[in-house]
């Protein structure tokens, strides 16, 4: 439970990071947005969250994913009584074949590599949030202080 779990916000946070920077403009010269005057009016992705709670987008959200959690709980309940063999987040889902004629210490290497750059990801996203909250709404996040000197915490 604990791994699937790991690695499960590891790739919400891996998406949650990027779509957080695309939706600021910092991947490219225009912000990434979805169409319409709804999505085209959000300033910032800080203030996204309330303004999409309020619009509705996120009830559809929250239903889609409980949904998608339910049947995802449901192997997990067969791997843990032995009906299942599935590896912990495992889904069978490799469409570019990176896993193809890889030899097991390989795929375990990838399988390292994910679940350390989904750990970097859970805090990169976690800062990146905190540096938008104090301040930096737009990207870089710099937090507008005159004059840090002045600070004190």
């Given amino acids: 439970w604990m791994r699937e779990a790991e690695l499960k916000h590891g790739r919400v946070a891996m998406l949650a990071w990027t779509g957080w920077l695309a939706t600021d403009g910092a991947l490219g010269p225009v912000p990434l947005r979805f169409p319409g005057a709804a999505y085209q009016a ?54 570019l074949q990176f896993l193809k004629g890889k030899s097991d210490a390989d ?36 937090v507008p202080y005159p004059n840090v000197a002045e600070v004190t915490w």
Avoid at 66 to 89: F, H, N, Q, Y
Avoid at 121 to 136: E, I
Wanted: charged share 20%.
């Fill in 42 to 95: 959000v300033p910032n992705s800080l203030s996204a969250h309330d303004i999409m709670v309020d619009q509705g987008s996120l009830g559809f959200m929250l239903v889609a994913i409980g949904i998608i959690e339910v049947c995802c709980a449901t192997v997990l309940v067969e791997v843990s009584k032995g009906e299942s063999d599935r590896a912990a987040g495992d889904f069978k889902l490799d469409p």
């Fill in 107 to 142: 795929i375990n290497t990838m399988k390292l590599k994910e679940l350390q750059n989904g750990r970097a990801a859970m805090m990169a996203f976690a800062g990146v949030v905190t540096q938008a909250a104090l301040g930096g709404t737009d990207f870089p996040y710099l």
